[in-house]
């Protein structure tokens, strides 16, 4: 038998070069859309403002005591006393709900349905109402209908229906929680006429033209007028004696009810559960105009300034510390790292977008700030799927006290105060073990091409925790590992769950690269001299990068298996 010939050693002053290549995670996206925390509204007299990129403009289509329901990008958002509930199901238009949680709703061709909650409309459980054409409304006690072409009403939650004394077919109605109705006779002409008709049923003629009406809670209104934000201002309002319409400014309760936050950071619980929700507060109709009060602000979004882009993004470096800032003191060697990252790090891309709304209920208050670990009620998650438009609603999950949530490439990553969960588009958040730190920061997490995942963490000493995920499916035992080296300024994720480790001396004159991966460590590079300021160590075509921030040339450098730096030419 011939002998094994003997392996050839490797050459010292060969760049180090590491070549992992990995299947692609099932979950992974072929293709991912920037993330962006704001977009810009199209200007409307000159103006725009900062809108969410995810639901674009929420325009209320109901406020009502029982129940919100926003129109936005991913559909029509339910909102009730229980939080953010769902997505009114495509192909039914939510009308109106009464004192008993029973909502009413229509499918095509006006065709009336019932459910018997806000939750079962949101699961599209429905039942026809039987022997009405057409539910236009209803509020409180109130519902009024259409039946053989005649305006009917209910007083009990629309199980009975009477004639209302209006002459002649009816095309719309709307109703208060008092009883009292408009509603517009039936028309060939584009203008329509109106009739006020009292609890008592006496009917009178509406003699102006109305502008779009509608009806918000106790409020029957319009020619709404809305600010430079967008918000609800100013309208036309019919007042108490359902007699006389108004012109005045809307109370704050309808100028925020628009306003729906849905943001990755948890912005922390309502401060105090015993206030009243919005809707309650807009049962009963104004008495009379009352002063205008100018310099109302409500919980819209004013003053927020739009970044702009940062031109070192295409810079083609990977790592997290792309640059942002210049070093505020001279630095040396690798210590400059530190000084170069990001004030705000970059989203990475992803499709699948995870976000919390802002319905979350606190139990006790300390100091004017929900006590931790004391949430009545977490915040609703959002998963949306920019490439399906898919959209689900989920709880928080049990025993996670929030922080974040981070959306890369088909993952949405929870991190609470003491777990992670992590959830693929399913929407089932699940957990995957403890947090390898404790904080109450942001992670940052960077994907390899495989969906490896790297997360980091930079604590105000600038020292940096870190972990590696495996590409796995969601909760998956072990998918974690803590890869955190004393000294280390740069880890950079690569395929099959490996991780790239660059550490320095306290100097910042050594430096030492290790690969961390499943199958064993293994130091590549021990004690290589770094005299320059350096600002980042990327990985290029398998290659470790060094990174210069001084003019002088070359701006980079490879390094050799000896420690030895193998400059390039700019």
């Not at 803590?482 to 550490?503: E, F, K, M, S």
Request: charged share 25%; with cysteine.
């Amino acid at each position: 038998m011939a002998s094994a010939l003997p392996e050839t050693p490797p050459d010292p002053d060969a760049p180090v070069h590491i070549e992992r290549v990995g299947e692609a995670a099932p979950w992974l996206e072929r293709e991912s859309k920037r993330q962006e925390l704001w977009e810009v509204s199209p200007r409307v007299n000159g103006v725009s403002h900062p809108i969410n990129p995810v639901l674009g403009e929420t325009l209320a289509r109901a406020i009502e005591p029982g129940a919100i329901v926003l129109s936005s990008r991913v559909g029509q958002l339910v909102m009730t006393k229980d939080g953010v509930r769902g997505l009114v199901p495509k192909g039914v238009r939510f009308v109106g709900v009464v004192s008993s949680g029973e909502v009413f709703a229509e499918k095509e061709g006006f065709a009336p349905f019932r459910a018997a909650s806000a939750d079962d409309l949101v699961a599209g459980k429905l039942t026809p109402v039987a022997g009405i054409d057409r539910v236009f409304d209803a509020a409180g006690v109130f519902v009024v209908a259409a039946r053989g072409g005649v305006l009917v009403q209910s007083k009990d939650g629309g199980k009975t229906f009477v004639d209302v004394p209006m002459k002649g077919a009816v095309d719309r109605a709307f109703v208060r929680a008092d009883g009292v109705i408009l509603a517009a006779a039936a028309s060939r002409k584009p203008e329509q006429t109106w009739s006020t008709i009292d609890a008592k049923g006496n009917v009178q003629p509406v003699r102006r033209a109305l502008e779009a009406p509608l009806r918000w809670g106790g409020f029957i209104l319009h020619a709404l007028k809305r600010d430079d934000q967008g918000q609800p201002d100013t309208a036309s309002v019919l007042t108490k004696d359902g007699r006389t319409f108004v012109s005045l400014r809307l109370p704050a309760q309808i100028y925020g009810a628009e306003f729906i936050s849905f943001d990755p950071m948890f912005q922390g619980a309502l401060m105090n559960t015993v206030l009243p929700w919005e809707g309650d507060v807009l049962a009963a109709a104004p008495d009379k105009p009352g002063p205008a009060k100018f310099g109302v602000l409500g919980p819209g979004l004013q003053g927020i300034d739009v970044p702009p882009e940062d031109p070192s993004e295409a810079s083609g470096i990977t790592y997290v510390g792309n640059l942002s800032r210049p070093p505020k003191r001279p630095c040396e060697g690798l210590q400059c790292i530190k000084d170069f990252r990001r004030i705000t790090p970059i989203a990475p891309p992803s499709s699948l977008v995870g976000r919390f709304f802002d319905d979350a209920l606190c139990k006790r208050l300390a100091d004017g700030r929900c006590e931790q670990g004391s949430l009545l009620r977490g915040p609703t998650i959002g998963l949306a799927d920019r490439n399906t438009g898919a959209f689900l609603v989920r709880p928080t999950p049990e025993g996670c006290d929030p922080l974040s949530l981070t959306s890369v490439r088909g993952l949405v990553l929870l991190d609470c105060r003491s777990a992670r969960f992590v959830a693929d588009a399913s929407g089932v958040f699940l957990r995957e073990g403890k947090v390898h730190a404790p904080t109450k920061d942001l992670w940052l997490y960077e994907p390899a091409e495989d969906g490896t995942m790297l997360a980091l963490h930079f604590d105000p000493s600038a020292t940096v925790t870190a972990a590696v995920r495996r590409p796995v499916a969601p909760g998956t035992e072990g998918a974690w590992r803590n890869v955190t080296r004393p000294g280390g300024v740069t880890y950079i994720v690569l395929p099959q769950g490996a991780v790239l480790i660059a550490t320095s001396n306290e100097a910042g004159n050594e430096l030492t690269l290790t690969l961390d991966a499943p199958e064993g460590t293994q130091e590549l590079v021990a004690k290589a001299p770094v005299t320059r300021p350096v600002h980042a160590i990327t990985v290029e075509s398998g290659d470790p990068v060094l990174h210069f921030s001084d003019p002088q040339r070359p701006h980079k450098a490879r390094i050799s298996r000896s420690g030895t730096l193998i400059e390039a030419p700019r």
